[in-house]
Structure formats: structure tokens, C-alpha cells
């Protein structure tokens, strides 16, 4: 990640980043995009032509547009002019991912900010910088040292330390979701990827900021002893045995406690309902669920928010071999309740039961969130952009929605559909896996019967599509978005 400071003083010798918005009533001949004030900071005469250059560049102003005017031999040396759009903190994010990826490798650089510039300008530019500079590599995405970070200044008359800490340390959560959700299967097993989980504290970003979270792993003797059959039959069929992860952040006079669940499936086959190829390519990522709740819980101890969070991942690898489980197999959970499996492919459900009934049971918490990239009809469902959102508490929903839209991720709410639950039903088991029909609601409404007493204070995300980008978007690079992590931070931080 780039070095992002705040300097009171600009440096106006090397690249000056200008904010641009659009202009409110542009004149039939004139500029489409102004100058967002910086106060004053800039010579007469350079404003003069950064407003000449922006009629010219038909620039717009929209935000995360860009354009660039060199000036060799002259003071600033480069401009960079960049849309802020609305000037909200979603512009300012994306304005803050089009800056760095058009300084490259290139030289230091200082962003006039306005003058009256707020402390979420500052978070969402500083995010935006730290963002819009990921990329996955080997072996940096194994946790070693990557690239050394460009340095970039911000100017600004404000104290905003705290907001640029918090922007430093969601954005290192989030890379280091990315990271693990990117990293190739051959190398991800459950045990490597519970390893990196539980060493996460000491990534960059992360480690000598705040609190630590505190991990511990169960491996597959653990899981058996204490019934975990779920995740036990998924990962049956693989060499690489299972583990759960369970990471905490517990501060002295927290009053609430959080548990969030990801699913955590390394790679996914299908298992003996076998994936076609063209689906199987990326089930890389089909831990991102799991990736996004262990990182928030080290942001939420980085930053020491004081509110109790628990996350679990159950690990596992769905392979086809003569221990596969099978379709038509029974599954006994924790806890007790069994169901049959009507598809060995519909598999994430029955490690997120697992972990959701022992959270219940045995950590207690005012709230049950769990994350999953789960099933591929909310993507026919709601797209590419958006996780669908399932919960009965109305207040929770709303907080959810409210936090993914301020940290810049999408979220629709779905229905809990009473009528489709007794498709659950099985002959010979509590329930079924996976009903044939209405999938991701017959999969939220099969993981509710897991939740216990918390059914009315949980929610279900089910991020499958939002967690995977073909192509740089904004703040998303190409591959693993890291979804949740920031929405997960600004929930905490609402009840913080």
C-alpha cells in the first residue's frame, strides 16, 4: 500500500493531484469540470491554465475521471486533475483509487484537498489510495514484503489522523482478504490458510497499530470430537483435512458480542455432483466469506473498537475421491440436527451449520452474521454488484444495508419466505440440504434453522457474486474484492 501522510504545507515542486468536480450549470462553450478550492495553495497563473487545460481535456469531473497536464522545467512539474464527482466519500474513494493508479511507480505526489475538506473526504480518498493500489502477486500475497509503497501527501489544514489510520487499516484487512481469496488452491489447504489466518496480525497495515485479535485453530480431531459433521463430510473426500478458525477481539467493557461466520470451502469440485469445468475455474474463491469475517475481526482489534467480535471459519476442501460424501448421505451437525444431502455441490450451508449452531451454543452473542458465497442464483438474482441480504430483525437489516453503502459495497434485502420452508423437509432427516427450487432463499431459510435461539437477531449475506471482479473497477482490482470486510467495520463501528 502506498505511504499516504497529511502535511500541512504542500509541495508544489514534483505532481500536484488537483480535485475536479463537475461543474453545476456548465455555459454552452465553457468547461464541463472546475477546480474543487484548494485554498489557495496554487500561484494565480497555474490556476489559470488548470482551467484552460480542463475546457480543453473535456474533462467531466465524474468521479475517478482523470487527466494529466506535464509541465517540464516549471513549478508543479505535473498535474493530475481527478473527478470527485458529488464530492461525497464514495467520490473521493474513487478519486483516491484513479490517483494512484495513475502515479504507477512514479514519483511522490501531494493532493490539495478544499479547505474545508471533512474528516470522510479524508477516509474516503486515503481508502480509495490504499484500494486502487492492490495488486496480487507471488510471493508478496504469502504474506512477504511486496513492492516499496509510493509516497503520497495530502494537504490539509485538518487534524485527521484517526481517519487516516482507519483508512490504512480497512484497507490492509481488505488486502489481505484479497490475498488469501486470490491465492491458488495448490497452495490454500485448510491448514495453510487457518496458518496465514491466525498470523495476520503481524501483516503490515495491521501489526503495532492497535489491539490484537487473539486465534485459535481446531483440526480435524477437535471437529470430530465435538460433532461438527457438516464440515466434516465436506471435507471427507480430500487429502487436505479440515479446521475451523476462530479469531476474537474482546475488550475490556465491551457490552456486545458479535460472532460473525464465513464459509470457507478452499476449493470446490462439486464434490460427487461434480461442477462443469467452466464453474470450477475460480472456486478459489470460495472461501471469501470466511476470508472477510477473520479480517475484519484483526481491523476491529487494529483499531480497537470497543465491541466484542468473535469470527469463525470453518476450512474445508470439497474433492471427489472414495471418501467423498455423497448425494443422499445424512448429516448429523453440531448441535444434533442431521439433514440429507440432495447435492454434494450445495456444501457451503452445511459448514456455515456447524459453525452458527456451536456459536450459539457455546460463544453466546447478542448478534449471529454470517458471510458466503454461496449460491450462483443471487448473482441471476441481483447481479455482479450486489450481495443479497437476508434477515427477520428489521434494525439489524438496515444497519447491514446502511454500512455496506457507506464503505462503497452493495447490498439488497430479500425475503425470508415462510412458505418455501417446507420444501425443507425430508423423509428420513430434519431437513434437506438444497431444495430444488428458489435457491438462495431456501439456503438462507435452511441456515435460520441453525441460528437457535438468534434466529430474530441474525443476518445472512450472500456475497457469491460481489466477491469476484473481471476487471479493474474503481476501488476493485481484477480477481478477489475482498467484500465485507469494510461493510463488517462500519457495522462494528456503529455499535462501537
Known amino acids: 500500500m502506498p505511504n499516504v501522510r497529511l502535511v500541512a504545507a504542500p509541495d508544489l515542486t514534483g505532481v500536484v493531484v488537483l480535485p475536479v468536480r463537475p461543474v453545476a450549470e456548465p455555459a454552452e462553450d465553457g468547461p464541463a469540470a472546475e477546480l474543487v ?19 480543453e481535456a473535456e474533462a467531466t469531473g465524474t468521479a ?64 480509495g489510495l490504499h484500494l486502487g493500489a492492490y495488486r496480487f502477486t507471488v510471493p508478496a500475497g504469502f504474506n512477504e514484503a511486496g513492492p516499496e509503497p509510493a509516497d503520497i501527501a495530502l494537504a490539509t489544514g485538518g487534524d485527521f489522523a484517526a ?36 498470523s495476520a496480525g503481524d501483516r503490515p497495515g495491521l501489526d503495532g497499530v492497535g489491539g490484537r485479535a487473539e486465534v485459535t485453530v481446531r483440526d480435524e480431531a477437535w471437529l470430530t470430537a465435538e460433532g461438527f459433521g457438516g464440515v466434516l463430510a465436506v471435507g471427507g ?22 460472532v460473525l461466520v464465513g464459509k470457507g470451502i478452499t476449493f470446490d469440485t462439486g464434490g460427487i455432483s461434480i461442477k462443469p469445468v467452466a464453474f470450477m475455474k475460480l472456486m478459489r474463491k470460495d472461501m471469501g466469506g470466511a476470508a472477510a469475517v477473520i479480517a475484519a475481526v484483526h481491523a476491529a482489534a487494529a483499531l480497537r473498537l470497543p465491541v466484542r467480535v468473535t469470527a469463525l471459519a470453518p476450512l474445508a476442501e470439497n474433492m471427489v475421491s472414495g471418501s467423498a460424501f455423497r448425494p443422499g448421505d445424512i448429516v448429523r451437525h453440531y448441535g444434533g440436527l442431521t439433514s440429507e444431502t440432495t447435492n454434494s455441490d450445495a456444501e457451503g450451508r452445511l459448514v456455515l451449520a456447524d459453525a452458527m449452531a456451536y456459536a450459539v451454543d457455546r460463544l453466546a452473542p447478542d448478534q449471529l452474521i454470517d458471510l458466503a458465497t ?41 425475503p425470508l419466505a415462510d412458505e418455501y ?24 431459510l435452511f441456515l435460520r434453522e441453525f441460528a437457535g435461539d438468534l434466529r430474530d437477531r441474525w443476518a445472512h449475506l450472500d456475497m457469491s457474486p460481489p466477491s ?21 467495520v462500519r457495522y462494528l463501528t456503529t455499535l462501537a
Open 374 to 414: 454461496l449460491t450462483g442464483a443471487a448473482a441471476v438474482a441481483l447481479g455482479k454488484t450486489m450481495a443479497a441480504l437476508f434477515s427477520p430483525d428489521d434494525a439489524l437489516a438496515t444497519a447491514l444495508a446502511d454500512a455496506a453503502e457507506a464503505a462503497g459495497e452493495r447490498t439488497w434485502r430479500m
Open 468 to 488: 469476484w471482479s473481471d476487471s479493474v473497477d474503481g476501488v476493485l482490482a481484477k480477481g478477489a474484492t475482498g467484500w465485507g470486510v469494510r461493510t463488517l
Open 64 to 127: 475517478g475521471s482523470t487527466a494529466i497536464l506535464p509541465r517540464p522545467a516549471r513549478t508543479p512539474g505535473k498535474l493530475i486533475f481527478v473527478g470527485v464527482g458529488d464530492a461525497d466519500e464514495a467520490g473521493w474513494r474513487a478519486a483516491g483509487a484513479a490517483v494512484t493508479r495513475a502515479l504507477g511507480k512514479g514519483p511522490a505526489a501531494t493532493v490539495l484537498l478544499p479547505a474545508g475538506a471533512t474528516g470522510d473526504v479524508v477516509r474516503g480518498l486515503a481508502e
Open 421 to 444: 420452508a417446507d420444501g425443507l423437509h425430508s423423509d428420513i432427516a430434519d431437513l434437506y440440504s438444497a431444495p430444488p427450487a428458489v435457491g438462495t432463499i431456501s439456503a438462507a
Open 237 to 258: 473426500g480430500s487429502v487436505n483435512r479440515p479446521r475451523l478458525v476462530e479469531a476474537s477481539w474482546n475488550p475490556e467493557g465491551a457490552t456486545t458480542h458479535v
Open 163 to 198: 481517519e487516516l489510520t482507519t483508512a490504512s487499516v480497512v484497507a490492509a484487512a481488505t488486502s489481505l482478504a484479497r490475498d488469501w481469496t486470490n491465492a491458488p488452491s495448490s497452495v490454500k489447504s485448510p491448514e495453510w490458510l487457518a496458518g496465514v489466518m491466525a
Open 37 to 55: 478550492e484548494a485554498g489557495g495553495a496554487l500561484p494565480a497563473e497555474v490556476i489559470a491554465e488548470a482551467t484552460a487545460f480542463l475546457a
